[in-house]
C-alpha cells in the first residue's frame, strides 16, 4: 500500500470516529451567530431535498435562506376565481412502470403526502381549431407525435456514432417532418415547444431527446409516459412543504430574506442580504434558477471564472405562461386539451380545461399556454391587452357564439420576476456536455444544484430534486474528509478538431 493510502485510510477512520462522538447539535458549538457549516440558497425542490439529505447524513448545521415567505419556489399556487392554481409546475411527468421500474421521485413524495392528483390525457382528450372555427386535423396531430418519435430516435442514433449535435429543427428537416401550415405548425408545437418552453429551432436534438426518453420511456430508463396533473385544493408545493416539516426546524430555515452578494472562496462562503444582514458558511449550495445566475439578481465575488460564466451563458431559460380565465359558465371544449392553430405560430395555441370532470368541474376556468419568445413579448404587455388577444382568439375559435367577459384574469410573469427570471432551462445546439459539467461544477467552496444542473431531467421537478440530493452527497463527502477534489469541470472546451477557412 502506498503511503498516501494508508494516510488516507487513516484519515477517514478519523473521520467515521470523530461523526459517532459529536453529539447531533444544530448549531455546533463554538460558531458564531450567522455561521453555520452549510448554507442552502434557495427553498424550492433542490433546496429542500438538499436540506433532507445534509440532514440524513448527520450534518444539522445548515440554513436554507430564501427569499420568498415559503418554500416551493416554481411549485407557486395562487387563488383564482375561488380556486386553488398552479402559477408554476403542475404534473407529475412520468410516474413508474411496474412495481420495480425506477419510481419518479416526485410521484413518490406526491403518494406519501396524500397530494390529489388526476391522470391527465394530453395526447387522447383534445380538440382543434383555427382561426375559422373548430376543424378537425387530428390526422395531422397523430403525425406529428409520430414525427417527434422518429425525432427522439434520430437524435439517439447519433450519439453511438459519435456525430454532433443539431438542432431539433435540423432533425425533424432530416426526418422528412417539414411543417408548412398553420394546422401543422400547431401540431409541432405541442409536441416540441410546449414541453421544452423554447422552439426546435432553439433546442439540442440529443439533450432534449435524453430529457424526454429518462422521464417518459421506461425503456429508455424512464418512468412512464403518465402525468398527474395537481388537482389539490392545498395546493401542489404542499408535497414539499410537509416533506420540509418532517425534519426541517425553525433555527434552520430563514424566509423573507434574498441574497444580494455570495463571496465565495476556498475557505468558505459569505452571504449578504438585502437587509444588510450577513451570513456564513463552510459551504454553499446555490440552487437560483440559471436565469437568476444569467441576470446578475445577485453579485457574485470574486466574479465565477471564465469557464463558468461560459456554462451559465450558454444553457438557455425558457419561459412558460399560463394564462388563466374563468367565466361565469364553460362554453367550450368536453376535452381535457384544445389545440388553437392560428396563422402566427406559438400565438395562444394550448387551452387546457380546469372545468372537466376530472380537475375542478363547475369551476368556469380555462387557461391558454404560451411559451418562448412569445411569453416575452405578452410579459411586456399591459394585462389589458394579453387579455383581448386571449379573448379574441376564443372568439375565433367559437364564431358562433359572443364570448362571454371573463370573471377573473391572470398571468405570472416569469421571465421579468428577478427570483426566477424565466420558467426551466432548456439545452441549445450549440451547448455541449463540457459545457454542462462546467455548469455544475463547484468554484471552491460554494456549490450549485437545481433542474439546471441535470444532464438527464433538466426542466423538470425530478431533475431539481435529483440535484439537490446527488450534489449535497458530494458536499457531505467533502464536508466528512475535510476537504475534497470537487466535481469536475473542464478550464476550456475545445472543438475537437479546430474550425477554421483554408
Ligand atoms: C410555469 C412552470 C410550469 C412548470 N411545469 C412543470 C411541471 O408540470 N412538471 C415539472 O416536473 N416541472 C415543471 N416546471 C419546472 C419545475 O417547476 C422546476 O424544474 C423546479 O421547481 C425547479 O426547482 P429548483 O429547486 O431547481 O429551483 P426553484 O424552485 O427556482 O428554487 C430556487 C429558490 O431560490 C429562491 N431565490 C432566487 N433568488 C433568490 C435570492 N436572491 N435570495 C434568496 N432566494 C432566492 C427562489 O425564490 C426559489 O424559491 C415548471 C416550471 C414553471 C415555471
Ligand atoms: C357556425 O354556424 C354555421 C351555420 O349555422 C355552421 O355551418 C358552422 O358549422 C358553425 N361553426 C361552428 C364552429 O360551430
Ligand atoms: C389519432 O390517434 C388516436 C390514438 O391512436 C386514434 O384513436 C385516432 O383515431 C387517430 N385519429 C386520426 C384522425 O388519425
Ligand atoms: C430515445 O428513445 C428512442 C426509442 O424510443 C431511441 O431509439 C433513441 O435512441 C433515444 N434517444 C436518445 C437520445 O437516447
Redesign the pocket.
Known sequence: MPTSVIVLALLAAATVVRGATVPDTNAEPNRPKNDHKVII?????????AARTFHQHGVKDFVI????DE??????STSFGGKTV????????GTQTGPNGPANP?FTLVKKHKIKTQLSNYFTSLTTYDNTGAVNYMDVFNASIDAYVELTRTAGDRVPQNLVDVSSRTAYTLIGAKPQDAHAKAAEYYQFDWEY?QTPDQTSAIASSWANNFTFDAYQGGFSDD?L?NIDQRGFKTFIQEEAKEFLKPSQLRLS????TISWSRSGVKLV??DGSSLSGDYALC???LG?LQND??TLTPQLPGFKKEAIASMTMG????IFLQFPKKFWFDTEMALYADPERGRYPVWQSLDHENFLPGSGIIFV?VTGDFSERIEGLPDAQVKEEVLGVLQSMYPNITVPAPLDFKF?R?RSD???R????NWPPSFVKQHHDNLRANVERLYF?????TQKY????????F??LDVAKEMIKCIKHHGCVGLQHYNEVKNAIPYGII
Not at 435562506?65 to 420568498?68: G, Q
Not at 418554500?71 to 407557486?76: K, S, V
Not at 402559477?87 to 407529475?92: E, R, S
Not at 433538466?458 to 431533475?463: A, P, S, T
Open positions: 440558497l434557495g427553498g424550492g425542490v433542490a433546496g429542500v431535498i435562506v430564501e427569499a420568498r418554500l416551493g419556489g416554481r411549485l407557486r398552479e402559477l408554476g409546475a403542475n404534473w407529475v411527468q416526485i418552453a402525468n396533473l430574506s434574498t441574497v444580494k442580504l438585502t440552487t437560483f434558477s437568476v439578481d445577485v419561459t412558460y405562461t399560463k399556454t405570472n416569469w428577478p427570483l426566477y424565466g420558467s426551466y432551462s444544484a437545481g433542474e439546471a444542473t433538466f426542466g423538470f421537478l425530478h431533475g431539481a430534486y440535484e439537490g
